[in-house]
């Protein structure tokens, strides 16, 4: 069984740029979720995907969007970066819309 | 908005001893899980609790989710150092996708 992982590892990006930070969820499971936790806090849920749909979103601003392929696999996409967007981002998959989160390293972002 | 609440936010503990972390909701919640996070990694799932008044333990864990579903809490005996880390409630409300997470409690033990 393949767990869930995330690319990059690491990101350095200046105020005003665009990311996109990738998850390949862990083998049968069909929901990708975000989180984008800051440093002593808990994750905070960006939004969710269910067959390549959003299934429900977290109070972050249009800037952050996202993607899932057919392969269940998802990207965050981040425009017009800003300092506060420094953080880990966490993808998790589960099986299901509100079953256990099974959680990636994480991409470590900082915004200069 | 829905609102989780964790206590306390450090807890240091002599190894051996038992310790008590809480967990609030300002709403009722469907189902509440708990997450561990060491230090440098992710979250792991721990446990889920779904039924109102429910326990669950995982040998010197044991979970709580209280009669009215809006508490929970995590009691660990006979603390060790491999329970070192940081420890999350997280809850979804009915018909809600969006888990809400707590801000954890941060567990160091004196050995």
């Known amino acids: 069984e393949t767990g869930v992982t995330q690319s990059p590892t690491h990101l350095i990006k200046t105020r005003g740029q665009q990311v996109t930070l990738r998850c390949s969820s862990q083998s049968g499971h069909n929901t990708v979720s975000w989180y984008q936790q800051a440093l002593g806090q808990g994750p905070q849920f960006i939004f969710q995907y269910y067959r390549e749909e959003e299934n429900g979103r977290g109070n972050f601003p249009p800037r952050f969007s996202g993607l899932q392929f057919p392969n269940y696999s998802s990207e965050l996409n981040v425009n017009a970066l800003e300092l506060d967007d420094s953080a880990l981002y966490l993808c998790a998959s589960s099986f299901g819309g509100n079953w256990e989160q099974y959680f990636g390293p994480g991409t470590r972002l900082t915004v200069t | 908005g829905q609102q989780v609440m964790q206590i306390p936010q450090y807890q240091h503990v002599q190894e051996g001893e038992d310790f008590t972390t809480y967990c609030n909701s300002s709403?009722?919640?469907?189902?509440i899980q708990w997450y561990k996070q060491r230090p440098g990694g992710h979250p792991v799932f721990l446990i889920q609790?779904?039924?109102?008044?429910e326990v669950k333990k995982q040998k010197r864990l044991t979970f709580q989710f209280g009669e009215a579903k809006k508490n929970s809490s995590l009691h660990i005996t006979a603390t060790q150092t491999t329970d070192v880390g940081t420890y999350f409630c997280?809850?979804?409300?009915?018909?809600?996708?969006?888990?809400?997470f707590g801000a954890g409690t941060t567990v160091t033990v004196r050995a």
């Open positions: 997280a809850g979804y409300r009915s018909n809600d996708y969006k888990l809400s």
């Open positions: 609790l779904v039924k109102s008044g």
């Open positions: 709403t009722t919640l469907s189902n």
